[in-house]
């Protein structure tokens, strides 16, 4: 039981991470009353702030692979 345990509090915690994520710098998302009020907003800055956040700036220079040596081992030829 342990071993399901500690996998739903693992899914548990990223599904509470990417909710707070979008409440809290979500461009799109408004919380309080006076900015839904506003309409359509024009921060294109801030929305490309939120979607080019640093982790897929780090995966954008690796190799879209899962295992690169061991698929360079088996796949190019010596």
């Known amino acids: 039981v342990y ?17 707070a994520r979008n409440i809290f710098t ?14 359509v907003l024009e921060n294109f800055e801030e929305g490309e702030k939120y979607a080019e956040h640093g982790l897929r700036r780090f995966l954008r220079t690796r190799p879209p692979q899962i295992m690169p ?8 030829p010596k």
Do not use: W, Y
């Open 26 to 39: 979500n461009p799109e998302v408004r919380v309080n009353k006076d900015h839904r009020a506003s309409g």
């Open 3 to 19: 071993p399901l345990l500690a996998a739903m509090g693992f899914v548990g915690s990223l599904c509470t991470f990417q909710l």
């Open 69 to 76: 040596a061991i698929n360079n081992f088996f796949s190019d």
